[in-house]
T-cell receptor, first 112, second 116 residues
Framework: GQSLEQPSEVTAVEGAIVQINCTYQTSGFYGLSWYQQHDGGAPTFLSYNGLDGLEETGRFSSFLSRSDSYGYLLLQELQMKDSASYFCAVRGADSGNTPLVFGKGTRLSVIA | DAGVTQSPTHLIKTRGQQVTLRCSPKSGHDTVSWYQQALGQGPQFIFQYYEEEERQRGNFPDRFSGHQYPNYSSELNVNALLLGDSALYLC???????WGQGNEQFFGPGTRLTVL
């Protein structure tokens, strides 16, 4: 089976940088994804790492180390609208069409 | 271009009843996955439909069943409802065989099911 661990809550100040870590255990691995979900909303895709290293998309970056079974999401220049839950998710098998397994989510609160 | 749509938005049922939830995938997508999200938890995979067949299934009892139509829309049926079935039910669509950005899934707004 697969399991993911991420902090349950993080609080950060507007304009600052925050890092949300994710460690995973899977029988196979086909990439780590990150999703954002605002209260009452649908999860929306943020980023994907299939290989080791850093992927940057605007203010958001995501990192993966397959040897450490570890990744993180980095949010820069935090804005109030970034307050949301952030989920890491993996595909545990060797196919891009296998279902996503989600972590329990990290609730980010951005304060003034 | 319409995204993923789901209906109804909210639903209240009593124990033992049956419910049907509906989903229309994003235009151009052919694969629909259903997830259950309990309060404060991450989405949990129920099953996935492609070419009108259930292709993969998560750890859910057979009270949970589904269907996919030729136009790719899908239904989730839950029989003999239990209190523990209260959750947000999310539908996600994707394009099978697309290996690009991790086969990104597009989620609908969900159906909030309350079982009393």
């Amino acid at each position: 089976g697969q399991s993911l661990e991420q902090p349950s809550e993080v609080t950060a100040v507007e304009g600052a940088i925050v890092q949300i870590n994710c460690t995973y255990q899977t029988s196979g691995f086909y990439g780590l994804s990150w999703y954002q979900q605002h209260d009452g909303g649908a999860p929306t895709f943020l980023s994907y790492n299939g290989l080791d290293g850093l992927e940057e998309t605007g203010r958001f970056s995501s990192f993966l180390s397959r040897s450490d079974s570890y990744g993180y999401l980095l949010l820069q220049e935090l804005q109030m609208k970034d307050s949301a839950s952030y989920f890491c998710a993996v595909r545990g098998a060797d196919s891009g069409n296998t279902p996503l397994v989600f972590g329990k989510g990290t609730r980010l609160s951005v304060i003034a | 271009d319409a995204g993923v749509t789901q209906s109804p938005t909210h639903l209240i049922k009593t124990r033992g009843q049956q419910v049907t939830l509906r989903c229309s995938p994003k235009s151009g997508h052919d694969t629909v996955s259903w997830y259950q999200q309990a309060l404060g938890q991450g989405p949990q995979f129920i099953f996935q439909y492609y070419e009108e067949e259930e292709r993969q299934r998560g750890n859910f009892p057979d009270r949970f069943s589904g269907h996919q139509y030729p136009n790719y829309s899908s239904e989730l049926n839950v029989n003999a409802l239990l209190l523990g079935d209260s959750a947000l039910y999310l539908c996600a669509s994707s394009l099978k065989g697309f290996w690009g950005q991790g086969n990104e899934q597009f989620f609908g707004p969900g159906t909030r099911l309350t079982v009393l």
